[in-house]
């Protein structure tokens, strides 16, 4: 059983830091593209974040860029999600997503992920 397991959410002030971190078990994914994204209340799920399964390649939403970052330990199976100068804005449900096993490349797409994690709240005040 495959399984996504996000934790490090929390309240935090604008202007503020989390990190988030996806722990993969039931199945590797070291080597498959992994991604985050988020919800938040009467809107769609966005894209965040994605990473390739070398660790090599990441790709970021415009909304984040240059504020949050991506990264993995493969010997961990865990992925992380570090958050910077966190706005109001950012608050949503954060979701990790992992592609099918043996599939490396990252991807902004939702439909091409086939694993999900329950998410994690993230809230902003401001």
């Known amino acids: 059983q495959v399984q996504l397991v996000e934790s490090g959410g929390g309240l935090v002030q604008a202007g503020g830091s989390l990190r988030l971190s996806c722990a993969a078990s039931?199945?590797?994914?070291?080597?498959?593209?992994m991604g985050w994204f988020r919800q938040a209340p009467g809107k769609e799920r966005e894209f965040v974040a994605t990473?390739?399964?070398?660790?090599?390649?990441?790709a970021y939403g415009d909304s984040v860029k240059d504020r949050f970052s991506i990264s993995r330990d493969n010997a961990k199976n865990t992925v992380f999600l570090q958050m910077n100068s966190l706005k109001p804005e950012d608050t949503a449900v954060y979701y990790c997503?992992?592609?099918?096993?043996?599939?490396?490349?990252?991807?902004?797409?939702?439909?091409?992920?086939?694993?999900w994690g329950q998410g994690t709240q993230v809230t902003v005040s401001s």
């Open positions: 997503a992992g592609r099918p096993v043996g599939l490396a490349r990252m991807s902004e797409d939702e439909n091409r992920y086939d694993y």
């Open positions: 039931g199945r590797t994914f070291r080597w498959s593209g």
């Open positions: 990473i390739s399964g070398s660790g090599g390649d990441t």
